[in-house]
């Protein structure tokens, strides 16, 4: 769940999924429709298919080019506070290099 709600934090993403929800797009299509080079694409391509969002197929064209298509993995997000519960138990936090004067403000909010 957790990576799931990272990929879906972002709104490069969200417009990604908006325009895979009713086609498979060609990578370069996609990049010309969210406006963003293909290299900053393929970084939330990335993110979104280890979230298991969506997914690639390589084509060859009729002149013998590959296209890479993207498409949507259909899905539900039921979002439950026993669901975030269960994924708290997996989280890990960094505790950044807290100065003395930071926990003391810390300490007075408990």
């Known amino acids: 769940m957790i990576t799931i709600l990272e990929a879906l ?6 417009k990604i999924i908006a325009l895979l929800r009713d086609r498979r ?3 370069s299509q996609l990049a ?3 406006m963003i080079s293909r290299p900053l694409l393929y970084m939330h391509l990335k993110r979104l ?5 969506v997914t690639s197929k390589i084509e060859l064209s ?3 080019k590959a296209m890479n298509y993207f498409e949507l ?3 539900e997000l039921k979002l439950t506070p026993e669901l975030i ?14 100065s003395r004067s930071q926990k003391a403000s810390e300490e007075e909010d408990y």
């Open 9 to 14: 934090s972002n709104p490069y993403r969200l």
């Open 25 to 27: 797009i060609h990578v």
């Open 32 to 34: 010309r429709e969210v």
């Open 49 to 53: 298919e280890t979230a298991g969002l």
């Open 62 to 64: 009729e002149d013998g």
């Open 73 to 75: 993995v259909p899905f």
């Open 85 to 98: 519960a269960e994924s708290v138990k997996t989280l890990t936090i960094k505790k950044s290099g807290n």
